[in-house]
Nanobody
Framework: EVQLVESGGGLVQAGGSLRLSCAASGFTFDDYAIAWFRQAPGKEREGVSCISSSDGSTYYADSVKGRFTISSDNAKNTVYLQMNSLKPEDTAVYYC???????????????????WGQGTQVTVSS
């Protein structure tokens, strides 16, 4: 059974940092695209970042470029999202999502991903 478990969320002041983790299990961690999405109250879920195992490519939403960094540790079956210079508008529930055994053509839409975690709350105070 494929499982994705997020952790690392919390409350932080504006300008602070958090590192989110997405621990994956139930599949061979060598052929995947894993993305982070977020959803703020009253808003649609939006793509934040994605990493592809095929060539290590990374992708970012314009709103987080230069502040967030996605990375993976295949030995630990974990994808991380390092979030620096956090802003109040980054407040949301953050989800990781996986497409297994294939890449994705468009990384920042919900459709290509087969598996989702339960989400972790990130709150940035001003």
């Amino acid at each position: 059974e494929v499982q994705l478990v997020e952790s690392g969320g919390g409350l932080v002041q504006a300008g602070g940092s958090l590192r989110l983790s997405c621990a994956a299990s139930g599949f061979t961690f060598d052929d995947y695209a894993i993305a982070w999405f977020r959803q703020a109250p009253g808003k649609e879920r939006e793509g934040v970042s994605c990493i592809s195992s095929s060539d290590g490519s990374t992708y970012y939403a314009d709103s987080v470029k230069g502040r967030f960094t996605i990375s993976s540790d295949n030995a630990k079956n974990t994808v991380y999202l390092q979030m620096n210079s956090l802003k109040p508008e980054d407040t949301a529930v953050y989800y990781c999502a996986a497409a297994i055994g294939r890449g994705v053509t468009t990384w920042d839409i919900i459709g290509p991903y087969d598996y989702w975690g339960q989400g972790t709350q990130v709150t940035v105070s001003s």
